[in-house]
Structure formats: C-alpha cells, structure tokens
C-alpha cells in the first residue's frame, strides 16, 4: 500500500533517514508492540511508538490515573484522574496520531493472561512496577521466543535490557529470582525523578522501532545503566546466555510461568539461586 | 592491585574478596546484588571465598523496579 501525501508528510523525518526510508517506515506502520504498565516507563513509550507510527499498539494496565502519577506520566493529564490508564493513554495516542489501532488491556498480567497478550505482537515492552511482573514477562517471552525490553527506574538512576531469546541472556540469567516482598525499594516507597521515565522509557521505544525496522545493534546482551546526578550512562557486557538460567538455558527447570505474589514471601537470601 | 569497578579503574590491596569489595564499595542492599567478574557471574556462595586480582573487572548489578506506579 503505498503512502497517502498526509503520511508522506507525517513521516517525512523517519523517511528521509536513510536507514529507515520507505521501506523502514512500512515496517513501522505494519509493527506490532505490547506495551506492559501504561506508567512512568510506558507513557513516553507509547507516545513515541504512537508518534512513529507503529501500525498496532496493546496497552496494559490495571490500574486508574492518580494525582500522583502525573510527575512522570506524561500520557496522562490532569483532566484524566479517576480514568483508566489505558483508556487516558489510547486517548493520547490517537490525538497524536490517528493512524494507529490502539488495544486496550485493562488487566494486570498473570501466568494465566500473558501468552495470550503477547502472542499477536512483535516486540514487548516492560514497562512493570514490581518484579512479580518482570520475572512473568521474561518468563513468557523466553518460552514464547518473543523479543522484549526490560526496564526499572529508582530515584536518579535507570537501567534497560533487550532480549531476544535464544540470541543474548535473559532478565533471569542475571537476577535469578525476584527479591522477597519489600527488600528492594519501590517508586512509591523511595521516589524517582520524572524525567527518568523519559529517559528509559524512551531508550525501550527506541529499541522497539530499531527491531521493527533492523537498524542498529539491539542492547542484547548488555545491561545499559543510567545514572542521572553522575550523569553517566554504563553499558555492562553480560555473560552469553543460558549458563545455567534456570529458564533460557537449553535445559531449563522452569518450564511453566510463575506468579510469585506468594512466593515471594517465602524466599530466603541463602536459597541457591540467590 | 588495579581493579576496574563499575567501569572505573582503582588501585585496591591485594588479598581483597568479593564481599569485602562489596562492603568497601558500600554497595546498596547486598544481599540482593548481582556481581560479575570478567564477564562471568560469580556465585553467591564465592563471594566470601574469591579473592580478586590484579586487572580484574568488576560489576554490580542492581534490582531496580519501578516504571509503572
């Protein structure tokens, strides 16, 4: 199909760019992403991708804009507390761009719900508040063979990874387990600068249309952290994928998803895979 | 020794462990932290037993949530 002048003009500084052009654009507009937790991450995600005209965008969130949200997430305007995130976000989208279809998932992500959320995209971004959530998206997406970005941001700091199974180590090749309830500090709990989630929300967008379109190095196998009052960013090489990850390896021992509400409160420092 | 921590290159005593690098460099809940040395994992049951030398690369790598709420 070939572009109306609207769009030609619309995206006109991706396709002047001689790695994505016509061709890079047309993949953009056929693309597909998930986009996991519509907050401080997800919001200048989604507006980047809705901007760039990635053709289908999912969105899910459980959860109803709050004052407090408002710090850090862009997508949502005072005029949106008491809405659904996902609803407040489609409505930026569209405004940003019309041309894209918006799905909206008003759930949170379980063992029971994620293969069915992920299956129809390309690419998934982690865009989650705890680390429940983190080890299920990695989890799901590993078993799935789906590409994702994984993030977290605390106070000044911020880091992200990319992984494509079967090509560079995942999230669980690194942590190994989530940390018991509490033991980690939350946003909520010790704070975060606002634009952090522009930082590496927008680093995830990023990703997501280099994979789309095949520009570039993917942060596969690397941990790129960011550190805001030292202003210094630090690319961590990771160990190759698989040594004995319990779930990415070639023999994993985890081969059914996990939700670790529960268990989470059951785990000990000294356990094995600490 | 010369030891490159988080991508900065120190001079530290010889005889040094993952633990006491842990402790010296006052790295934020230890328990939880993912140490890597030469681009391999260390195993948490080594730390208290890996003494480092000299060249080595270090690296610390954090839990971090947050994003959504």
């Known amino acids: ?274 | 020794m010369k030891l490159t921590v988080a991508g900065n290159k120190k001079e530290y005593e010889e005889g040094l462990t993952i633990s006491k690098l842990i402790e010296l460099e006052k790295v934020e809940t230890p328990e939880y932290v993912t140490v890597s040395v030469n681009e391999e994992f260390a195993n948490r049951d080594d730390f208290d037993s890996t003494v480092l030398k000299d060249g080595d690369e270090i690296e610390f790598l954090y839990f971090m949530g947050g994003g959504s709420r």
């Open chain 1, 1 to 274: 199909m070939a572009f109306t002048d609207e769009q030609l003009e619309r995206y006109s500084r991706h396709i002047i760019l001689k790695e994505i052009g016509v061709k890079g654009q047309k993949k953009l507009n056929n693309g597909k992403v998930l986009i996991i937790g519509a907050g401080g991450l997800g919001a200048p995600a989604a507006m980047y991708l809705a901007a760039a005209g990635v053709g289908t965008i999912g969105i899910v969130d459980a959860d109803a804009v709050d004052l407090s949200n408002l710090q850090r997430q862009i997508i949502h305007t005072t005029n949106d507390i008491g809405k659904l995130k996902v609803e407040s976000a489609k409505e930026t989208m569209n405004a940003i761009n019309p041309d894209i279809t918006v799905n909206t998932y008003h759930e949170f992500v379980t063992s029971e719900n994620i293969n069915d959320l992920i299956k129809d995209y390309d690419f998934i971004i982690d865009g989650t508040d705890n680390f429940p959530a983190k080890f299920l998206i990695n989890d799901a997406c590993v078993m799935a063979g789906k590409p994702f970005s994984h993030a977290g941001i605390i106070r000044f700091k911020g880091q992200l990874m990319t992984v494509v199974p079967g090509e560079g180590p995942c999230y669980r090749c690194v942590f190994k387990n989530p940390p018991p309830k509490d033991a980690v500090p939350t946003c909520k709990q010790a704070g975060v600068i606002g634009a952090m989630g522009g930082v590496i929300g927008s680093l995830q967008a990023m990703e997501a249309v280099k994979y789309i379109t095949g520009v570039g190095e993917l942060l596969v196998g690397y941990l790129l952290t960011y550190d805001a009052l030292s202003m210094e960013f630090h690319k961590i090489k990771l160990p190759p994928r698989g040594k004995g990850c319990a779930v990415c390896s070639d023999t994993p021992s985890i081969t059914e998803l996990i939700d670790y509400e529960q268990a989470a409160c059951e785990w000990h420092p000294g356990d094995k895979n600490a």
